[in-house]
C-alpha cells in the first residue's frame, strides 16, 4: 500500500485548508485512518482518526476546529483545517492502519 498526501500549502492565521491522503495498492483504504504532525524540532504527535466505522478522535488542541473524514471508494481519508493557528505549522503525515505512511504535506500558518 502507497499513500500520497497532498493539500498543504501556507495561509494566514483563522484561514482553512483541507488535506487529502489517497491509498493505492492491495487492501487500500481498508483499516483506520489517522493524521500526525511533526513541528520543526518536536516529535511527531497524533491529530486525529477514524475508524472503518466512521468513529473519530482529535487531540485536545485541533478538537473543534479540524475535522477527518473518509471516503472507502475512492480509498482516501480527509483533513479539513479550520480556523488555523500558527502553532498548527507543521509537516502533516497520513497513516493508515499500522504500518503505512504518507510522505508528509508541508503546512505553514502565519500570524
Known amino acids: 500500500v502507497q499513500l500520497q498526501a497532498s493539500g498543504g500549502g501556507s495561509v494566514q492565521a483563522g484561514g482553512s485548508l483541507r488535506l487529502s491522503c489517497a491509498a493505492s495498492g492491495s487492501d487500500s483504504g481498508i483499516g483506520v485512518w489517522a493524521w500526525f504532525r511533526q513541528a520543526p524540532g518536536k516529535p511527531r504527535e497524533f491529530v486525529a482518526r477514524?475508524?472503518?466505522?466512521?468513529?473519530?478522535a482529535y487531540a485536545n488542541s485541533v478538537r473543534g476546529r479540524f475535522a477527518i473524514a473518509r471516503d472507502d471508494a475512492d480509498h482516501t481519508t480527509y483533513l479539513q483545517m479550520n480556523t488555523l493557528k500558527p502553532e498548527d505549522t507543521a509537516i502533516y503525515y497520513c497513516k493508515l492502519g499500522n504500518a503505512f505512511w504518507g510522505q508528509g504535506t508541508e503546512v505553514t500558518v502565519s500570524s
Open positions: 477514524i475508524s472503518q466505522t466512521g468513529v473519530t
